[in-house]
């Protein structure tokens, strides 16, 4: 069965600072992994979604990086803003008979101005 | 284009009462998924449905809950004689195909149950 589990639970950072989200996973056999947002009261945008083949994914200020044969995944987020403030989302597809998402339970961010 | 619908965004049921939960997937999209998030908790998978057939009931509680995705209208997630545990907020996701890549989620229905 598989678990993810994100670390921290909850941040809180000044403005400015760069910051790593951790994510890992139990069951390597993952098809891909997917960062979202989650704002509160509302539903949940996609950030970034890397296969299990490739290593890491780029936008903006965002960086996701994936080490698939350790189960870990990071998120990393440079110039923090106000913003940014959210709960953000792991979640992996896994590679076989996959029909959902596992979620981990996210880390909530503050971004403090 | 309009995304995922969900409604309504909030439902407020008595303890018995029966909650219907509805969700339009996005245009072209013929894969649904629903998942649940308990408060202070993860999204948590509960059934995958296509057109008139569910793929996957796996994570839905035994009794008391059903969904459907008919050939006409929106799928809906339907819980009978709701108690306070079912208090959460349900999500709804679809895609266009089968492999997880780009599920677009919908904005969810916050279910309180009094």
């Known amino acids: 069965k598989q678990e993810v589990t994100q670390i921290p639970a909850a941040l809180s950072v000044p403005e400015g600072e760069n910051l790593v989200l951790n994510c890992s996973f139990t069951?390597?056999?993952?098809?891909?992994l997917q960062w979202f947002r989650q704002d509160p009261g509302k539903g949940l945008t996609s950030l970034l979604l890397?296969?299990?083949?490739?290593r890491e994914q780029t936008s903006g200020r965002l960086n996701a990086s994936l080490d698939k044969s350790s189960g870990r995944s990071t998120l990393y987020i440079a110039a923090s803003q106000p913003g940014d403030s959210a709960t953000y989302l792991c979640?992996?597809?896994?590679?076989?008979?996959?029909?959902?998402?596992?979620f981990g339970e996210g880390t909530q961010l503050t971004v403090n101005p | 284009n309009a995304g995922v619908m969900q409604n309504p965004r909030h439902l407020v049921r008595r303890r018995g009462q029966e909650a219907r939960l509805r969700c339009s997937p996005m245009?072209?999209?013929?894969?649904v998924y629903w998942y649940r998030q308990l408060p202070e908790e993860g999204l948590k998978f509960m059934v995958y449905l296509q057109k008139e057939n569910i793929i996957d009931e796996s994570g839905m509680p035994k009794e008391r809950f059903s969904a459907e995705f008919p050939k006409e209208g929106p799928s809906i997630l339907r819980i009978q004689q709701v108690v306070r545990g079912d208090s959460a907020a349900y999500f709804c996701a679809s895609s266009g195909g089968t492999r997880g890549p780009n599920q677009y989620f919908g904005a969810g229905t916050r279910l309180s149950v009094l």
């Open positions: 069951d390597s056999a993952i098809y891909n």
């Open positions: 245009k072209g999209h013929s894969h």
């Open positions: 979640a992996v597809w896994r590679e076989t008979s996959g029909s959902r998402l596992t």
């Open positions: 890397i296969q299990s083949s490739q």
